[in-house]
């Protein structure tokens, strides 16, 4: 497929794309469509990879360390702070400086920090370079989708995306796989070690396969105080809902960071009115299929991540298997994201987003009903049609809203789009698994006690009840050193009841959530500016 590239006609004042000027071959491998699709995926697989693969390094990273429980939590925290809060302004600076500048930069300092943590021979060294990785995620993150719409025609984006959705459901859902196999078989390092050749690779192929888009009206300047006002309100909403299931919801502290979150937010809104060049001009959010596009991510994430974080207890805790066996029977979910994200993006080519994502949102909920179903004896097949089924659902969901947000902005902004996009995810996954633990918190609370006493077990303290509630939670049953055989039985029967009693809930509350998302994808339609990536110069 040759690649080409067209000289934007559009001045600074107008509000939509003009019409594309003839176009011209672009000189060798630079700037081929496919061929930077290759590209981005590489690096976007190594975000993506690492939301997941660490999670089963964590507890070989404690022991060697020597790390506390909260030590470890901020290996995940640490990450997922900095991805979210950095987004939009890494999506901003791509806009401003050239997505190709920005995504080479964040593939080589993802890849140098990971290469760092390996080294590392402290927690503190680890949580840190940790910080520094999501950071640099998050500036080749948006810089990837910036780059996939200002190379494919509008005929081609949605494929293009369906692919991209795919590397990131893939990795995701495949980073347990992975991750366990490391661990196992060499050491944790090794998940870190991991993505310095694949940075290499990426950082190469950038070099030579890249081509700079800017759109002629992009921003030259930067707004330092919205920038300052955004990054602290992300910040307060997301340390809040890594800290409620700690803290409670019913604790003055989360509740005064989602004042001050919300509190920021209204100052942002407010300044982004009056500076000259806004960092989210918040006319983006009159185009009402933008707007659902980001609510639809943020239900989207919460569905799948909160779900999906039970899931992998269910499989290790209750039917104790290895992390290695919950992966596999994992491979459903993954599959069908793989099979069907580029099956969604030409059926959306075809047919718009509306119907796909209605259908996939649709199926998600059944699903996430399906998964409110599973016992403690459920066999494999059982779990296979509902992990398969949500793989399916979720596939159209990934393509359809990231083309819906990306290409109903305009190109100048294609960056800002495409960290919203993310930034809505990441917000999504952390709110899921905070209210979806909270539910399950919750129903764990008030059925573990009659359960206990009910199946004739010793009546427990409050501090004793606090302590089986905490590993009952994550399907661990509470059994002391020394507990005579036929009791441990009982325990564990308890424990696994109610795990599941909270897991089947707290699956109604994500089927729910999923179902409300079927209306906001009504709501949707094609991108209205996708045709601008034909319309973009470069540099």
Request: hydrophobic share 55%.
């Amino acid at each position: 497929m040759t690649s080409q590239t067209t000289i934007d006609t559009t001045g600074p004042e107008d509000s939509a794309p003009a019409a594309p000027a003839e176009s011209v071959p672009a000189p060798g491998l630079r700037g081929h469509p496919w061929l930077t699709l290759i590209t981005v995926a590489v690096g976007v697989m190594m975000v993506a990879l690492d939301g997941t693969i660490v999670a089963i390094a964590n507890p070989a990273i404690a022991k060697d360390l020597h790390a506390s429980f909260s030590d470890v939590q901020w290996i995940t925290n640490a990450y997922f702070l900095a991805l979210a809060v950095s987004l939009i302004t890494a999506g901003k600076l791509g806009d401003r400086f050239g997505h190709r500048q920005t995504f080479l930069i964040g593939v080589t300092g993802f890849a140098t920090a990971s290469g760092a943590i390996g080294l590392s021979h402290s927690i503190a060294a680890v949580v840190t370079f940790r910080v520094f990785q999501g950071l640099f995620g998050a500036l080749l993150m948006p810089a990837a989708l910036g780059l996939l719409r200002a190379t494919f025609p509008a005929e081609k984006l949605n494929m293009a995306i369906g692919i991209w959705g795919m590397v990131i459901g893939a990795s995701t859902a495949g980073g347990p796989i992975l991750g366990g196999v490391l661990v196992e078989h060499v050491n944790w390092q090794s998940v870190f070690f991991i993505n310095v050749p694949v940075g290499l690779i990426a950082l190469l192929l950038g070099l030579m396969i890249l081509l700079d888009h800017r759109a002629r009206n992009a921003p030259r300047s930067f707004d330092v105080l919205g920038i300052a006002l955004l990054s602290g309100a992300m910040f307060c909403l997301v340390w809040a809902l890594i800290k409620a299931p700690a803290w409670g919801w019913d604790d003055v502290r989360t509740w005064a960071f989602l004042a001050v979150s919300v509190l920021l937010f209204g100052v942002f809104a407010f300044w982004e009115t009056r500076v000259a060049e806004p960092l989210i001009p918040l006319g983006l959010f009159r185009s009402v299929p933008l707007s659902a596009g980001v609510v639809l991510m943020v239900l989207m994430a919460i569905a799948f991540m909160g779900g999906l974080f039970f899931v992998t207890f269910y499989l290790q805790n209750v039917h104790g298997m290895s992390p290695i066996d919950a992966g596999l029977h994992l491979l459903p979910l993954t599959g069908m994201m793989i099979v069907g994200s580029p099956l969604a993006g030409a059926a959306i080519t075809k047919l718009g987003p509306r119907i796909p994502l209605a259908g996939g949102m649709a199926a998600t909920a059944i699903a996430m009903y399906g998964m409110s179903t599973l016992k403690a004896d459920t066999g494999s097949g059982v779990m296979s049609v509902w992990f398969a089924l949500l793989g399916l659902g979720l596939a159209p969901v990934m393509v359809g809203a990231t083309e819906v947000i990306v290409g109903n902005a305009p190109m100048e902004l294609s960056g800002v789009a495409g960290g919203l996009q993310q930034a809505a995810m990441q917000i999504g996954g952390s709110l899921g698994t905070a209210v979806l633990g909270a539910v399950m918190a919750s129903k764990v609370d008030s059925d573990l006690p009659g359960n206990w006493t009910g199946a004739g077990l010793p009546q427990l303290t409050a501090g004793q009840l606090d302590k089986a509630s905490e590993a009952v939670q994550v399907g661990v049953a509470p059994v002391a050193k020394g507990t005579p055989e036929p009791i441990v039985a009982k325990i564990t029967g308890v424990a696994h009841d109610t795990f599941i009693s909270g897991m089947s809930l707290a699956s109604l509350v994500a089927a729910g959530v999923a179902a409300v998302a079927v209306l906001v994808a009504l709501l949707t339609k094609r991108g209205q500016n996708a045709e601008a990536g034909a319309a973009v110069g470069h540099i």
